[in-house]
């Protein structure tokens, strides 16, 4: 990183590449030393070469990435699969009678006419289709975590090597401009040593703790509960444990599985970081007792070791709490020796308080009890060592960056895949990077489970044991 640490005179550097010639239009400044930046969107190459797409799995997500993967020139939606039967029809509503659907993902793995897969099942199915779909062929966006369990990262990442087609995991903070404008900072060094991030994602609403609606049609005939169990043990059927299967640990991975792995991947793309040591997670139940067999708040304490030419020693704070009566929110915050940088939904901000190089005395300080002869040779000794100059710190400032009006950072990170399959940028966030953001966030999960903490050997992408 560099050893710069003077905002101003690096700023043709650290926003240029996203304002273009457009470098000071919109700069506002208070007199509070509060200056605004809007931010440009990242700019993809223009091509209209015809990708065709399927999507396998039609929930929420599924129809998200859906309509924006329809929404980049040249790509053509050729079918979509799912298990209920109404999500299949509600798709021929919206994206056309043309549309092929099936309950079964491998006929569209089977078809030469589609290039690549969206994957938004619920979480016990993302390695098995990634795999088989990388093994037909084809290019793969695959809903985050990319896997449900620690074991199953090293397959999908072997098979994305072994058959040669890109893998873009769908944490879209990685191809956000907000998150891009934060790297710069940090890697600028504006905030000084890094010793600490706090994250969180707080909500206060039924949806938002997965309460999400049951059709009124759900029954066995509409519905092929037996292969959306999968391997899982085996329960009658139950339309709750289908459209609410983030609630059990046998389908989903939790708060750590659905929001943590979005607060890790920003995190590791800020910093290069490639995985903790050490991870604790408590929690518990306190709110939302419908039948859920996982908490509904988390708290996590995660340690990360120092990474040469990215990044010292570092402590991570996640919270997430589904039932916060202060209204909700989020933000990532790193926090620095000279400063802090803060991500929140559509700003990302500078603030910088760097420290005098002359301690100080007096006030809240052991200097008043000092006899006053020893007093006097104190200031002595101290003006000797500290003169003037060293006294006063750089003035705080505050510096915000904010996302363009109606900024998405999903339809950009879609982009970004397309524009992978089509050869004309890298992926982002590919296998392995998708397994290191999962691995802690599940490793939250052990830890909360066995009460105690998890470590990792982020080398290895595997679990470690405890080395004193």
Known sequence: MSNRRTFLTQMGGLIGWVTGSHLWAGVTASPAKTKTYELSPLIFPMSGERVRVATVGMGIMGFQD???????PGVELVGVADLYDGHLRRAKEVFGDQLFTTRD?????????????????????????????????????????????????????????????????????????????????????????LNLVEAR??????????????????????????????????????PVRFFRWRNYQAYGTGIPGDLFVHLLSGLHFITGALGPTRI?????????????????????????????????????????????????????????????????????????????????????????TFPMEIQQAFVKQYDERYPSNTRLAPPAEQIVFTAPQGYDDHQEHVQHFIDAVRGKKKVVEDASFGFRAAAPALACNLSYFQQKPVYWDAGKMQLASFSG
């Not at 309460?211 to 139950?238: G, R």
């Open 201 to 238: 994602i707080d909500r206060h609403s039924a949806l938002g703790a997965w309460q999400y609606s049951i059709p009124p049609d759900a029954s066995p005939q509409t519905i092929d509960f037996q292969t959306f169990l999968k391997d899982t043990p085996p329960v009658p059927f139950d």
């Open 66 to 72: 859906t309509r924006s993967v329809t929404r980049v």
């Open 105 to 193: 993902y491998r006929e569209l793995l089977a078809r030469n006419d589609i290039d690549a897969v969206m994957i938004a099942t619920a979480d016990l199915w993302h390695n098995t289709v990634a795999i088989d779909a990388l093994r037909a062929g084809k290019a793969v966006y695959c809903e985050k975590p990319m896997v449900q369990h620690l074991d199953q990262g090293k397959g999908v990442i072997a098979a994305e090597q072994q058959y040669g087609r890109p893998l873009q995991v769908g944490s879209q903070r990685v191809s956000s401009v907000l998150f891009a404008q934060a790297k710069k900072l940090y890697e600028a060094g504006e905030i000084g040593e």
């Open 280 to 368: 604790f997670a408590t929690g518990m139940l306190s709110y939302w007792k419908d039948g859920r067999d996982v908490p509904d708040l988390m708290i996590a304490a995660i340690d990360y070791p120092a990474r040469t030419g990215y990044h010292p020693a570092f402590r991570v704070m996640l919270e997430v709490n589904f039932a916060d009566g202060s209204g909700g929110g989020s933000y990532t915050r790193l926090v620095g020796s000279e400063g802090m940088i803060e991500i929140g939904d559509t700003t990302c901000v500078l603030k910088r308080m760097p420290l005098p190089q002359a301690p100080g005395y007096g006030g809240w300080d052991s200097f008043e």
